[in-house]
Nanobody
Framework: LELVESGGGLVQPGESLTLSCAAS????????LGWFRQAPGKEREGIIC????????KYADSAKGRFTISRSDAEDTVYLQMNSLVPEDTGVYYC???????????????????WGQGTQVTVPS
């Protein structure tokens, strides 16, 4: 089971970016999937999660109004659309599957597994 993130890069404040999380070895519609980010020197922070059926999304306060998540079951891929990016969004972005639920009950990193290698997003100040 593997998740691979992609799509990171250097973007200017106010711009948008879409990240992808591709799953292999399992079907994404069996799991809830979350996106996390980790800034230098800080703990991994849960941003957003989509349920296994895609009918519900859980947002962290930092994501409300700017970020959205979607999934393509046919491609076994989950996307993170980020708009109006600010320097505080800089970090390594990871996706992972929720361990004991497929309904996005948690945005804590400890409740997730099968972490990808991450993709770097940099928004300069």
């Amino acid at each position: 089971l593997e998740l691979v993130e992609s799509g990171g890069g250097l973007v200017q404040p106010g711009e948008s970016l879409t990240l992808s999380c591709a799953a292999s070895g399992f079907a994404v519609d069996l799991h809830s999937l979350g996106w996390f980010r980790q800034a230098p020197g800080k703990e991994r922070e849960g941003i957003i999660c989509i349920t296994n059926t895609g009918d519900d999304i859980k947002y962290a306060d930092s994501a409300k109004g700017r970020f959205t998540i979607s999934r393509s079951d046919a491609e076994d891929t989950v996307y993170l659309q980020m708009n109006s990016l600010v320097p505080e969004d800089t970090g390594v972005y990871y996706c992972a599957t929720e361990i004991r639920s497929n309904r996005c009950k948690s945005l804590l990193a400890i409740d997730y597994e099968y972490w990808g290698q991450g993709t770097q997003v940099t928004v300069p100040s």
